[in-house]
């Protein structure tokens, strides 16, 4: 979708209805529920996750086309992110025509909260509005992801206030005392690593299987040069393809000894989490080259912190 077509709905300046209100079914009315219920709706995950952020994502991931995590904290569910096309994501659906919500939401640039006494406002750019704008439902929030090649939602997070502050998605401005997540020491650093590496997996997978491609099988020595060029990329501050110790892909691949016809990469940095950084990657022409190519046939994936690298192969099995 491009930046005209926001603004030309935005200046209609639709007031929300009805449906702006708090879900009263779907995963929107998870938020706030206890873990009790949660296990209840969704029976126990396939795994738990670290997170940087306070809360464990709860990881559903039998089917596909119903993936879903859902953070936890202290008992009670704080948020959810779906992506897979089968879930209930009332008042929404996934795959929904982009215009039909913006036809549907005045969706501002600037959203207030009151939070424990404190104040904050995030500023949305035209890119976070084209792409992943938010909107308050009742006393929660809705962010939503924006497939711009196919100009459909793509996957949906639902937030509480206090997830949304300490995640901050979005340019902040605020008075009072800023909610920012306690600083991992390293075990839990690698533990969020290996969540968010599993995460960005598994989603990859979701729209692979969305997009009528066979899913990519996980290579652990993929990942492991995967790990080693996020590390690197953190440990030399220098965002980059090609590494100035280690090379390219093909001489870490080489090094690792890993045997391949065809690999491709992705990076990215500074991204909230898993699930954000592919629907980056998803909204960039190259990026998602790779994630939908049906050539790839195996992945690693390796995230240092907040530096992410997938690395794409094609492994002859024949």
């Known amino acids: 979708m491009n930046q005209s077509l926001y603004q030309n709905h935005h200046n209609n300046n639709i007031s929300n209805g009805p449906s702006a209100e708090r879900p009263k079914e779907g995963l929107g009315q998870l938020i706030g529920q206890d873990l009790s219920e949660l296990i209840k709706k969704l029976g126990e995950p396939e795994r738990i996750d670290e997170s940087l952020y306070g809360y464990q994502w709860y990881i559903y991931n039998l089917d596909y086309s119903r993936y879903v995590q859902v953070g936890v904290e202290n008992n009670r569910v704080v948020t959810v992110y779906a992506i897979g096309e089968n879930n209930e994501v009332t008042p929404f659906l996934l795959g929904q025509p982009v215009e039909e919500i913006f036809n549907s939401y005045n969706i501002d640039t600037n959203i207030e ?37 196919t100009g459909t939602l793509s996957s949906i ?31 839990l650093w690698r533990s969020i690593e290996e969540g968010a590496e599993k995460e960005i997996f598994d989603i990859t997978n979701v729209l692979r299987v969305r997009h009528d491609l066979n899913p990519v099988l996980w290579d652990d020595e993929t990942a492991k040069v995967a790990y080693g060029h996020s590390k690197d990329m953190s440990d030399s501050d220098d965002f980059s ?13 080489k090094a690792a000894k890993v045997t ?36 790839f046939t195996h992945l690693g994936v390796g995230v240092y912190q907040k530096y992410y690298t997938q690395n794409f192969i094609r492994i002859d099995e024949e």
């Open 241 to 253: 393809h090609i590494s100035k110790q280690f090379g390219d892909l093909s001489d870490r691949l």
């Open 113 to 149: 909260i009151e939070f424990n006494g404190n104040s904050y406002r995030f500023e949305l750019s035209d890119t976070d509005l084209n792409l992943r704008p938010l909107i308050p439902l009742g006393d929660i929030f809705v962010q939503l992801y924006i497939d711009n090649f």
């Open 157 to 187: 997070r639902f937030l509480n206030n206090e997830a949304l502050i300490k995640q901050h998605p979005y340019e902040l401005v605020y008075r009072g005392e800023l909610i920012e997540p306690t600083n991992p020491n390293e075990t």
């Open 260 to 295: 391949y016809l065809s690999a491709g990469e992705n990076i990215a940095a500074n991204y909230s989490d898993g699930p954000a950084v592919v629907e980056g990657w998803l909204n960039s022409k190259t990026h998602r080259e790779s994630l939908l190519s049906e050539e």
